[in-house]
């Protein structure tokens, strides 16, 4: 049984998802749109015309295919990057969460399988040259967009908060209306509502200062709850902000970090005399 490091090493892609009678098949098609029918049909996408994640993975895939015809790529190395750039694909999909970097160096380690002579563990399908195409065109097309495909194709993570206050007294529930089966004779009736009435009166006559009091009291705590509020949410948009921003930042750093990985090194000319 294979460990867990073995797992998660990249396998050899070729032939993994275009075989050689599926190139055939494209290679015969007259058109960009017959084209596009074709792989939307050999990868299960018929709704890319109406579904937009459809639409982009078949969009993905047809640009693929045309840079390995335009380097003029056989069938093996055709079907290899294909695989390869899918496999990217779904690394970048697989979290929601930033992964720039794991998925480039997953890219990376691909790549390696399949330039590098070594049977079992790799093929060497690319030579340097080609390997430093593929790097450039990978970086320029797939990962410059990488928070696009990571926005189509991850759920939206949300921040819900709740407050809580200490010290405010806790709203008690409202309690269940008490009901009576005996009924109330019409006469009893009129006289308890008559009661009832000079009772209300007479409460609402003496508690009139006091209920003016508690409403100051009431308003004067709700303008302290808003100005309290308003102040904490505009500390929590500036923090938001500020992570977003260094987010870019650190986006832009690493994007410029993989074009200077790929990019060719200058070398110094040497200044050695002859030897005698």
Not at 38 to 50: G, K, M, P, R, S
Not at 130 to 146: E, R
Not at 164 to 174: D, E, Q
Request: net charge negative.
């Amino acid at each position: 049984m294979p460990s867990g490091g073995e797992r998660n090493c990249p396998m050899i892609l070729l032939w993994a998802d275009l075989t050689l009678e599926h190139l055939d098949g494209l290679d015969q098609c007259v058109t960009a749109g017959d084209k596009l029918r074709q792989l939307a049909h050999l990868f299960h996408l018929e709704d890319f015309e109406t579904n937009l994640k459809s639409g982009i993975v078949v969009d993905l895939y047809f640009y693929t295919l045309q840079f390995a015809q335009d380097s003029d790529f056989s069938h093996e190395q055709t079907s290899a990057f294909f695989s390869i750039v899918k496999a990217t694909h779904h690394k970048c999909i697989e979290s929601p969460y930033d992964n720039m970097q794991e998925t480039f160096e997953f890219f990376k380690s691909l790549l390696l399988h399949h330039s590098v002579k070594r049977p079992p563990y790799s093929v060497g399908l690319f030579s340097a040259d080609q390997v430093k195409n593929i790097s450039d065109y990978v970086l320029k097309s797939y990962f410059k967009h990488f928070k696009m495909y990571k926005y189509a194709f991850t759920p939206k993570v949300r921040l819900d908060l709740s407050f809580h206050y200490v010290g405010l007294p806790v709203t008690p529930p409202p309690e269940p209306e008490e009901t009576h089966e005996d009924e109330v004779p019409p006469e009893e009736e009129a006289d308890i509502s008559q009661e009832r009435a000079e009772i209300d009166q007479q409460y609402e006559n003496e508690a009139e200062e006091p209920m003016t009091e508690e409403s100051r009291a009431v308003k004067d705590l709700r303008t302290l709850m808003e100005a309290t509020l308003s102040g904490q949410m505009q500390q929590l948009k500036a923090s938001v902000d500020e992570q977003l921003k260094g987010q870019d930042k650190k986006l832009s750093e690493r994007l410029a970090a993989m074009e200077s990985q790929v990019s060719p090194k200058k070398t110094a000319p040497s200044r050695g005399g002859k030897k005698k």
